[in-house]
């Protein structure tokens, strides 16, 4: 039995028998790995406005349920106020503020270029989102709504997506207070 178990272990770790990895996760390793502490202060950053998020109760809690719930509030018009006084951007600009943004656009292209984009949900959201970024309407509730049937909430246990939610919070909270 032993002998078979480690059969498969050295077999999977040859051959990868893990799931794929999907295009945004691909794009947030591209992203941690492009800082020179491998994304650890970015990670900090937003686990600290989650916690942030949960005390002052605009998350109930750390759940795939809780993030796509504010995603759902968003696209049915419910706006956040910026009394949660915490600046997600401005720590992010903590951040080897001159690496992050051509890092970030770097890994969108480096992700764009690969075959299984076309295929992924990242594509299908792209696609519906940017047309109505492109009319320079920045009606979040609207973007949101249209990207809401595409979401699952199996998508927030994603750092990529759970970072979206709190650039909606940020950018809605900018454009409408």
Do not use: W
Request: aromatic share 16%; proline share 3%.
């Amino acid at each position: 039995m032993i002998k078979a178990l480690l059969v498969v272990t050295i077999f999977c770790s040859i051959f990868s028998c893990s799931k794929e990895k999907r295009i945004e996760e691909i794009y947030q390793e591209c992203l941690y790995n492009s800082l020179s502490d491998k994304g650890e202060a970015l990670k900090r950053f937003s686990q600290g406005f989650e916690k942030h998020l949960i005390k002052i109760k605009i998350l109930k809690d750390s759940t795939p349920e809780s993030y796509y719930n504010i995603y759902k509030s968003i696209a049915n018009g419910k706006r956040y106020p910026s009394y949660y006084k915490y600046s997600y951007i401005d720590s992010i600009n903590k951040i080897e503020r001159y690496k992050i943004n051509p890092s970030n656009k770097k890994c969108l292209e480096d992700i764009t270029d690969l075959e299984e984009f076309k295929k992924s949900k990242l594509y299908k959201i792209n696609k519906v989102a940017l047309p109505i970024s492109e009319k320079g309407s920045y009606d979040f509730s609207k973007m949101v709504a249209s990207i809401l049937p595409i979401m699952e909430e199996k998508d927030f246990e994603l750092d990529y997506y759970k970072h979206k939610v709190y650039m909606f919070l940020y950018f809605s909270d900018i454009l409408f207070y």
